[in-house]
C-alpha cells in the first residue's frame, strides 16, 4: 500500500507551517551564502583593526627611518670631528719632528696651559661667590619665614591657653552646678531641677565647643610646625650684578699678574689660535719665554692678600659700570674697559684694556646673566 505524505501534512507536526518552513529554509540559505549579520560585524571589527595596526606600523616604521637617518647624520658628524682631530694631531707630530718648531710648540701649549690654568681659577672663584651669596641670601629668607612661622605658632599657643583656661572655668562651673543639684533638698530640687539641667547642658555644649576649637588650633599648630622651607629663589639681578663686578676685578687681578712680557696677551692668542699659527722666536727666545711663564705661574698660588684690592676695583668698577637694561646683569664691555691697578701705596693706577670684550679667561661664559 503506498502512502503519499505531502509537506503541508509533514512540517506542521514539527510546529512550522509551509510557508514558515520556506521562509526558513530561505534564510538557512541567505545565511550560508552571504553569513550572519554578527559575523559581518565580527569580520567588519577585524578589518578595522588591521587597519589600525598596519597604521601604528606605518608610523612606527617612519620613526625608525627617522632616527636611522639621525643616527647616520651624527656618524658623519663625528667622523668629520674626528677627521679634523687626526689632522690636528698628524700637524702636531709634524711640528714637534721640525727642529725649528718643536720649541714653538711647547711654548705655545705652555701659554695654552697659563690661560687654562687662569680660567679654571676664575671659574672657581665665580662658583664660590655665587654659592656664598645665594647661600646668604636664602639665610636671609629662612631667617624672615621662621620668624613669621614662630610668630604665627605663638598666636596659636596663646589662643590655645585662652581655650583651655575657658574650658576649665566652664568645668568648674559644671562641677559646681552638680554640687548644688545634689545639695538641693527634695522639694527644691523637684521644682529646680529642671532649669539646673538646662544650665548643665549649656555648660556642657560650651565645654564641647571650647573642645573642637581647641582641637582645630592643635591641627594647626601641627601645620605651622610641619610647613616645608622656602626653595631656594636664585639670585636678583643686584646680587648678580655685583657678583659679575666681582669676577671681572678678578680677572683684572689676573690681567695684571702675567701683564710682565705681555704674557696675559699672549696666552690668550695661543687659547684662540692653533699650534704652528705663532713663531715665538729660536730655541733661545722660547727657552727664555718658558721661564717667564714658570715663574710667573709660580707665584701665582702666592698672592692671597688682595681680598680688599679685588673689592676696591670692583666699587671702581661699578661707578662706570652700564647695562642695556634693567634686567641686564652683564655690564656693557666698553663701559668697564678700564683695569685698575694698585701700588705698593695705594694708589691706581688705569690701563686701557678691555678685559670682557675681548673675553679674557673666558669670562663671558663665567659671569652671572
Not at 43 to 63: H, T
Not at 213 to 234: F, M, S
Request: include cysteine.
Amino acid at each position: 500500500m503506498n502512502c503519499h505524505y505531502s509537506p503541508a501534512r509533514i512540517r506542521p507536526s514539527l510546529g512550522l507551517t509551509m510557508s514558515g518552513y520556506v521562509k526558513e529554509r530561505r534564510l538557512a540559505s541567505l545565511t550560508a551564502r552571504f553569513g550572519s549579520v554578527e559575523n559581518k560585524e565580527q569580520d567588519s571589527d577585524k578589518l578595522l583593526n588591521l587597519y589600525w595596526n598596519r597604521a601604528e606600523l606605518k608610523k612606527e616604521f617612519a620613526g625608525m627611518r627617522k632616527e636611522q637617518f639621525r643616527l647616520r647624520d651624527r656618524i658623519k658628524q663625528q667622523e668629520g670631528a674626528t677627521a679634523r682631530l687626526q689632522q690636528k694631531l698628524d700637524h702636531v707630530e709634524d711640528l714637534l719632528a721640525d727642529p725649528d718648531w718643536v720649541h714653538n710648540v711647547i711654548v705655545f701649549y705652555q701659554l695654552r696651559g697659563l690661560a687654562a690654568k687662569c680660567q679654571t681659577k676664575l671659574e672657581k672663584f665665580g662658583e664660590q661667590l655665587k654659592q656664598q651669596r645665594e647661600q646668604k641670601q636664602h639665610n636671609g629668607i629662612l631667617v624672615k619665614w621662621n620668624e613669621k612661622r614662630a610668630a604665627e605658632a605663638r598666636s596659636i599657643e596663646r589662643q590655645l591657653l585662652m581655650r583651655r583656661d575657658a574650658a576649665q572655668q566652664l568645668e568648674d562651673q559644671l562641677g559646681a552646678e552638680r554640687q548644688r543639684l545634689i545639695k538641693m533638698s527634695g522639694f527644691l530640687k523637684v521644682f529646680r531641677r529642671r532649669s539646673v539641667t538646662v544650665v548643665l547642658d549649656n555648660l556642657a555644649a560650651k565645654i564641647d565647643a571650647v573642645g573642637q576649637e581647641e582641637a582645630a588650633l592643635i591641627q594647626e599648630l601641627e601645620e605651622i610646625r610641619n610647613r616645608k622651607p622656602p626653595d631656594n629663589e636664585g639670585l636678583d639681578i643686584q646680587s648678580k650684578r655685583s657678583i659679575n663686578l666681582m669676577i671681572l676685578s678678578f680677572a683684572q687681578q689676573l690681567f695684571l699678574h702675567f701683564a710682565d712680557d705681555d704674557l696675559a696677551a699672549q696666552a690668550k692668542e695661543a687659547s684662540e689660535k692653533s699650534a704652528g699659527a705663532i713663531n715665538y722666536g729660536g730655541r733661545h727666545e722660547c727657552d727664555q719665554m718658558l721661564n717667564r711663564i714658570n715663574n710667573r705661574l709660580a707665584t701665582l698660588d702666592q698672592v692671597t692678600d688682595f681680598a680688599e684690592i679685588l673689592r676696591d676695583r670692583a666699587k671702581l668698577l661699578g661707578q662706570t659700570a652700564q647695562f642695556r637694561d634693567n634686567s641686564e646683569a652683564v655690564p656693557v664691555s666698553g663701559s668697564v674697559a678700564t683695569v685698575y691697578a694698585f701700588d705698593a701705596n695705594g694708589l691706581v693706577l688705569d690701563v686701557d684694556a678691555n678685559i670682557l670684550g675681548d673675553n679674557y679667561w673666558g669670562i663671558s661664559k663665567i659671569l652671572s646673566r
